[in-house]
């Protein structure tokens, strides 16, 4: 029998761009949104979406957490302190970014094997494609969505409002 941690991101941690690690089991309770990102992809001014998503929803228990990675293009090639300089200078992110980590291959991050393998791409893929691919995950730390990075955060607006109301 499966336990609701280990059908949830409940189990899993990292480290911020600062170091310090974080037990996701931090967030119980909340709605995420989880997202790869990069800083110098085609995708990066969808950091201004995921700021303003986060900003509107945040105090009714609604968290982004990004995840750069350089596994695409090495678009995504600074230290932790760079990218920190880079997101709060050009897009204002307040929200969680967390330490550079692999989403695939033999050095993913547990969390993102377990996030493939919840919710599979298009054809039942358990890679991820490219940067900004996003996981929406409930209140009890299922995710319930799996979104391709050309899907834009603005659009996710009410997906994120009825999951805050709903739960």
């Not at 609701?4 to 899993?12: A, K, L, N, T």
Request: hydrophobic share 40%.
């Amino acid at each position: 029998m499966t336990s609701s941690v280990e059908r949830s991101i409940y189990g899993f941690s990292a480290p911020l761009l600062n170091g310090r690690t974080v037990d996701l089991a931090e967030f119980k309770g909340q709605v995420l949104l989880i997202v790869n990102t990069a800083s110098q992809c085609g995708f990066t001014p969808q950091y201004a979406g995921l700021e303003e998503l986060y900003r509107l929803y945040n105090k009714k228990g609604f968290q982004v957490l990004g995840f750069p990675c350089n596994q695409f293009g090495a678009q995504e090639p600074g230290s932790e302190v760079e990218i920190a300089a880079f997101c709060e200078k050009n897009y204002g992110v307040s929200f969680p970014v967390f330490a550079k980590i692999d989403v695939n291959g033999p050095a993913a991050h547990p969390l993102y094997n377990f996030l493939k393998r919840e919710k599979p791409g298009i054809f039942w893929t358990r890679k991820i494609k490219w940067n900004f691919t996003k996981f929406l995950v409930d209140r009890q730390g299922r995710v319930v969505r799996r979104y391709a990075p050309s899907f834009k955060p603005d659009s996710l607006a009410a997906t994120v409002a009825e999951l805050l109301d709903n739960q």
